[in-house]
């Protein structure tokens, strides 16, 4: 069982340059949601999906964008990559429900931009 | 915004000690999380307590919440090693997205 897997696991990208960060997740969960981790700030959320089709904003939306086409797959893509987006990205899933549910993580992309 | 607050920010101790760390919040929670993250890697979820619930253990863990202060603790004892790592708390905003906010961690050194 793979769990959550993170591709890829380091990039480097100038000012400017676009990419897509994968995330995939064999556990059939309906939650999944990105994360960044910088020096001394924690875990912020990007973006998260409660199910296909369905996105929404976390707390550090800008400058990213995701779909959720299948349960399986969430993407982050990075639209004009800036030096302040050099970070840790972490992908999670969990299975929905009215209680909190553990997350699941990813081993991360470390992301460099020049 | 971070949710909550972790004290201390770093930790070193001798294997067999006991760890204590700390976490603070700022808002009502429905549950509390404590998640271990080894260097280089991502974060594994050690334990969940409920926002009725005042202590939990798993193994050598022992997680206390507080409401009425909103503080948490995670102590663990006897420790070892390969429990060098960073420990994060998070907390749970009670709707049914489970989203998550993170504290800023504490760094845990055991020295053999």
């Known amino acids: 069982n793979a769990g959550v897997t993170q591709t890829p696991k380091f990039q480097v990208l100038k000012t400017g340059q676009s990419m897509t960060l994968q995330c995939a997740q064999d556990?059939?969960?309906?939650?999944m949601s990105w994360y960044r981790q910088d020096p001394g700030m924690g875990l912020r959320l990007i973006h998260y999906?409660?199910?296909?089709?369905?996105?929404d904003q976390g707390e550090v939306p800008n400058g990213y964008n995701v779909s959720r086409s299948t349960t399986e797959d969430f993407p982050l893509r990075l639209l004009s990559a800036a030096p302040s987006q050099t970070s840790v990205y972490f992908c999670?899933?969990?299975?929905?429900?009215?209680?909190?549910?553990?997350?699941?993580f990813g081993d991360g992309t470390r992301l460099s931009i020049l | 915004s971070q949710q909550g607050e972790e004290d201390p920010q770093a930790l070193s101790i001798q294997e067999g000690e006991n760890a204590t760390m700390n976490c603070s919040y700022k808002?009502?929670?429905?549950?509390l999380q404590w998640y271990r993250q080894n260097s280089g890697r991502g974060l594994v979820h050690l334990i969940l307590?409920?926002?009725?619930?005042r202590e939990k253990h798993s193994g050598r863990l022992r997680v206390t919440l507080d409401t009425s202060k909103k503080s948490s603790s995670l102590l663990i004892t006897a420790s070892r090693a390969a429990d060098t790592a960073s420990y994060f708390c998070?907390?749970?905003?009670?709707?049914?997205?489970?989203?998550?906010?993170f504290g800023q961690g504490t760094i845990l050194t055991v020295h053999p």
């Open positions: 307590i409920r926002s009725n619930e």
């Open positions: 999670a899933s969990s299975s929905q429900g009215r209680v909190g549910q553990p997350q699941h």
């Open positions: 808002t009502s929670i429905n549950n």
């Open positions: 556990m059939n969960h309906e939650y």
């Open positions: 999906s409660v199910g296909a089709g369905i996105t």
């Open positions: 998070a907390t749970d905003d009670g709707t049914s997205y489970g989203k998550l906010t």
